[in-house]
């Protein structure tokens, strides 16, 4: 009987020594954990991470129809470091998404995690059709780029490589990237009737690369309604990166150029990006009357001008810094361009037009032009009497001797004209000399007054009264002295430059004021 209590009183000490032994080693067992992500290869799979203790295996529970209806399978055993990496297919475990899963290894339980859906390739479909713009877009931290999706139906975004470098959102046709850290990511989209296919986007730490996209115009002013047009240089592939206030101005991209619209007053920056040369900003201003002094608006030496079909009209530009720029020109009435500061117009129709001018550092204005028909000048002739014949066999003789009368008369008669217009002009150059001592025209006479400004067509002043005071001595002009720069005035210079070898333009040019100031 002491034998018998004796065995059992050990075979207790033995179990009871087994179960703290068990205990110990399930107190020191290291906590599993699991991690999901989406598999790169892009067919339909789950990649797998479980950590634990060394050496044990690992029993993976998932669920395929409802939260009592769990499953389970034995993965495989961690290696010696504790870690058992993997891939699972959907297609071999049917895994509803958005249910629980877990990992059970030496008698502990992961934490749960969520199973991801997962887009597979469509079988029978040759995948790579799909094509992207831009193809490898470039965006910078917090920035988002819109890169459109070609060659399908139904996308659906598939995998993103790099979720902590750029994250990806499918927005119909589109797929908006957004940088979060430097770095590139692969982001995978498929089409229910095309297959997959593959783009890679690059964050930089800056929204401007160096060295690369440059515009004309970095800073246009425009108002309400009004487009501005900005060229592009520097790279390939150009695309708008982001717009930060879509609501005060449209930009739309057409090849190397970007089109700005205004819409409301405010300020915006468009983001402008090339495949090959990283990206730079249009900083834009919107002002509810571009033209107004307080925006810094280009302004005209005349106001709502009216010309004539075939005439040349220069209008003065004052008012902005850098270079003029014609900024739009509606109506088919006159013809702008831009020569220096200022705005040569040239009268195509009888109509209107309405031509808005910039200047590269900001601001803008408006000038409305008029446009009629060509003046015609029907010359007042008094007919000559027409010989008559007595006899329809009046001799030829006789005939000759009548036309050679008539030419007579009218060499006599062109010799008096001349004669007319030479009185004119010594009356004329008469007045003009009664002027005080010091005026315009005496000193214009006497070759003392210096042309230092240009004229044309429409030109005011005392240079237009002493080009005319002159010319008229010289026998080129036979207007009035009026001190406006009119057609006729416009002619006397054209013959005035043809007598002295320069070219008849009309315009007075600085070779033409060379030639007045040398007194010729």
């Known amino acids: 009987m002491k034998r018998h209590f004796s065995l059992l009183s050990t075979y207790a000490g033995i179990a009871l020594f087994a179960a703290f032994l068990f205990s110990i080693s399930n107190a020191y067992a290291i906590a599993p954990t699991l991690s999901l992500s989406l598999s790169s290869s892009n067919n339909g799979s789950v990649d797998v991470n479980v950590t634990g203790d060394p050496n044990v295996p690992v029993t993976f529970y998932y669920n395929i129809a409802n939260p009592a209806d769990m499953q389970f399978v034995q993965l495989g055993n961690t290696n010696t470091s504790g870690t058992l990496s993997l891939t699972v297919s959907s297609g071999t475990y049917p ?65 993103n490589a790099s979720p902590g470098i750029a994250s990806a959102a499918m927005n119909g046709s589109a797929v ?114 571009s033209s107004s002094a307080s925006t810094g608006g280009v302004t005209f030496g005349q106001t709502n001008p009216t010309m004539q079909v075939g005439q040349t009209l220069s209008v003065s530009l004052s008012g902005g810094s850098g270079s003029y720029f014609i900024s739009t020109a509606t109506g088919l009435a006159a013809s702008p361009s831009i020569v220096g500061n200022s705005l040569s117009l040239l009268g195509q129709n009888t109509g209107s037009s309405s031509i808005t001018v910039c200047s590269s550092s900001g601001g803008c204005g ?22 008559t014949f007595t006899s329809q066999t009046t001799s030829n003789s006789s005939v ?98 043809t007598a002295h070898g320069i070219t008849p333009l009309g315009n007075v040019g600085p070779g033409t004021r060379a030639a007045l100031n040398a007194g010729q």
């Open 95 to 159: 895994i509803n998404p958005g249910t629980s899963v877990y990992v059970y290894l030496n008698g502990q339980q992961s934490p749960t995690q969520t199973w991801p859906a997962v887009v597979a390739a469509p079988t029978g479909v040759n995948s790579g059709s799909l094509a992207f713009t831009p193809a490898s877009p470039s965006v910078s931290i917090g920035q988002t780029v819109n890169v459109n999706v070609t060659g399908g139906t139904g996308y659906s975004l598939s995998t």
């Open 176 to 289: 908006a990237v957004t940088g979060i850290a430097s770095g590139s990511t692969l982001i995978t989209v498929c089409s229910s009737s095309n297959g997959c296919n593959s783009f890679t986007a690059t964050v930089g730490s800056g929204g401007t690369s160096s060295g690369g996209v440059s515009f004309d115009q970095p800073n246009p002013m425009l108002a309400i309604g009004q487009t501005v047009n900005v060229n592009i240089t520097g790279g390939s592939s150009y695309y708008i990166s982001n717009n930060t206030n879509p609501g005060v101005i449209a930009a739309t991209l057409n090849g190397s150029a970007v089109s700005i619209l205004g819409g409301s007053t405010g300020s915006a920056v468009v983001i402008i990006c090339s495949a090959s040369n990283g990206c730079a900003n249009i900083s834009a201003t919107v002002g509810s009357n």
């Open 366 to 387: 408006t000038l409305s032009v008029t446009v009629t028909s060509a003046a015609t000048t029907i010359a007042t002739v008094t007919p000559t009497p027409t010989p």
């Open 400 to 497: 000759l001797a009548q036309i050679a009368a008539l030419q007579a008369e009218i060499v006599q008669i062109l010799a008096q004209i001349q004669t007319i217009q030479s009185k004119l002009a010594q009356l004329t150059a008469q007045v003009k000399n009664a002027t005080p001592a010091g005026g315009a025209a005496t000193s214009a006479l006497a070759g003392g007054y210096q042309f230092l400004n240009p004229m044309s067509l429409g030109s005011k002043g005392a240079d237009v009264t002493a080009l005319q005071t002159l010319l008229t001595a010289k026998g080129f002009y036979s207007g009035p002295v009026s001190g406006y720069y009119g057609t006729l005035t416009m002619d006397a210079v054209m013959a005035y430059q």
